[in-house]
């Protein structure tokens, strides 16, 4: 395994400090029933996290693909299962995205959950080992620990702590998800038996014989689909969005929905190269009909946060594209378009409780007319949804340029048949912002909502940051992917030329 890992020479354990500090966190929690001291224990915690996951950007080497920063111990050598972390260019950025929403989300609950603030507190200490977890892990069994711990604080978020009918959308998000897991599992057990090692980087360097590789691809293929998601598994999304509460809201958009992408980049192109080369044209078709079906959804919605629960299946839409042209374009547009996302439908989801949390409606009719009386709000919801529609000068401009070049150097008429989707995202997004600042000639009576408070403020300034941050300055950020985008690269086109040969029949 040395061959695929850089062990880290220092002596702190980032990695394994980034998983346990949340979840010592979470323990001390259980000694205290007080709401406030939950609240600024759970901020320290998540703040701490954060600036422990600091030092692996900065001691990041840009020359190599190699796994950085990692960890390697037997856990159980019986059965050659070991406690192996490490990050690279492509999870490193999703870590640090993921250090920096968490805290936000203990901010925007600070009002919002009023009842068992401890025990949600705890869920979303939990949340954050499991997915800093899971981007970190190099072994299959510990890596399926983490991605299923995941689902029981989500779960519980929307069950106990959810809208109206939160009972539908959290079993609706358990069955999918699991069904998802399962799949997963059979993966990792048919991998396992094939190479008879769970260690993620061996399992890439493995040569499996195409039939094997057809098989494996669509269990990786429908568990990370339903994760993502994609069309057609995306019907669980919604419902979720719409009665989780706001923390809960922003974490799937943020960090969950991106585990599926992740996985097509860990598992399915390096793992099995020729089944992705066969199975490639599907997947764009697939992704294009996703970023149409989300963009037309979101243009009919009345409920703000459906309208950007159904934009997620557009611009994650865009993401999948980007990984499967296969090109270092695509590739690294859609790694930055993961983290753009994240950013910027979670400020929107923030947005969105923030004006709940004053009229307890998400209806863009009760919403309108706000500017008047709102204008820091306002001015945070314009970039932001300015953002979403990939305006130039923002975050999301840079990840949709490059996954359209990608597109185009693939496929012409696949990228074209994409481009109506950034049409659509204008128009949805125009059409929420016209309505919130705006309104018509008969608005309801705004005047007694107050504007934003410090809290709300410092909740969404460092999001509106990463926005003109990435927007105009991208380059800190993909220097980081480039050397794990050429490795992996290299890895799919090893791949029999036959696999090519059918994808170029496919797609004209």
Request: proline share 5%; glycine share 8%.
């Amino acid at each position: 395994m040395e061959e695929f890992l850089i062990m880290n020479t220092g002596v702190v354990p980032f990695l394994s400090l980034l998983i346990f500090v949340p979840l010592v966190g979470a323990l001390v929690l259980l000694v205290s029933d007080s709401p406030i001291f939950a609240k600024l224990w759970s901020l320290f915690v998540t703040v701490a996290t954060a600036i422990i996951s600091l030092p692996l950007y900065f001691g990041f080497d840009l020359s190599t693909p190699l796994y950085q920063f990692a960890e390697n111990h037997p856990w159980i050598p019986s059965l050659n299962i070991n406690y192996t972390l490490g990050v690279d260019g492509i999870s490193l950025l999703l870590v640090l995205m993921t250090t920096l929403i968490m805290p936000l989300c203990v901010l925007g609950s600070w009002r919002y959950i009023d009842k068992r603030v401890r025990e949600f507190m705890i869920c979303l200490l939990l949340m954050e080992t499991s997915m800093i977890g899971v981007f970190v892990a190099l072994d299959f069994v510990l890596f399926y620990v983490l991605w299923e711990a995941m689902l029981i604080p989500m779960y519980l978020m929307i069950a106990i702590w959810g809208g109206p009918r939160k009972t539908y959308a959290s079993t609706k998000f358990f069955l999918y998800t699991l069904a998802g897991s399962v799949m997963l599992l059979v993966a990792i057990i048919s991998l396992y038996l094939e190479v008879g090692t769970f260690s993620i980087p061996m399992m890439m360097g493995h040569g499996y014989s195409p039939l094997f590789q057809f098989w494996v691809f669509l269990a990786f293929f429908v568990a990370f689909a339903i994760k993502v998601p994609m069309f057609p598994f995306h019907t669980w999304l919604p419902a979720a969005h719409v009665e989780a509460p706001t923390a809960g809201s922003v974490i799937l958009a943020s960090v969950l929905l991106k585990m599926g992408t992740y996985g097509f980049l860990r598992f399915c192109l390096p793992i099995t190269p020729e089944a992705t080369l066969l199975f490639m044209p599907y997947v764009l078709w697939l992704s294009v009909v996703g970023i149409l079906y989300g963009g037309f959804t979101a243009l009919a919605q009345k409920d703000m946060k459906k309208l950007i629960a159904y934009s997620s299946v557009g611009h994650m839409g865009f993401v999948t594209l980007g990984i499967f042209v296969l090109n270092k374009d695509g590739i690294e547009g859609a790694i930055l378009q993961m983290i753009n996302h994240g950013i910027t439908t979670g400020a929107l989801f923030f947005c969105v409780g923030m004006i709940y949390e004053r009229t307890h409606s998400r209806e863009l009719a009760d919403a309108a007319g706000l500017g008047r009386f709102m204008p820091w709000y306002v001015t945070f919801l314009a970039f932001f949804s300015l953002s979403s529609l990939a305006f130039p000068g923002t975050n999301s401009f840079v990840g949709e340029f490059l996954i359209l070049v990608g597109g185009f150097t693939r496929s012409k008429v696949i990228a074209a048949c994409a481009i109506p989707g950034a049409v659509l995202a204008a128009a949805y997004m125009l059409r929420m912002l016209q309505k919130v600042v705006w309104g018509g000639v008969h608005n309801p009576d705004q005047s007694g909502l107050l504007d934003l408070n410090l809290r709300e403020i410092v909740t969404l300034a460092p999001l509106l940051v990463f926005v003109f941050w990435i927007g105009l300055s991208p380059e800190p950020f993909m220097n980081v992917m480039h050397s794990s985008v050429a490795h992996l690269l290299e890895q799919v086109q090893g791949a029999s030329g036959s696999a090519m040969a059918m994808s170029k029949i496919l797609i004209p």
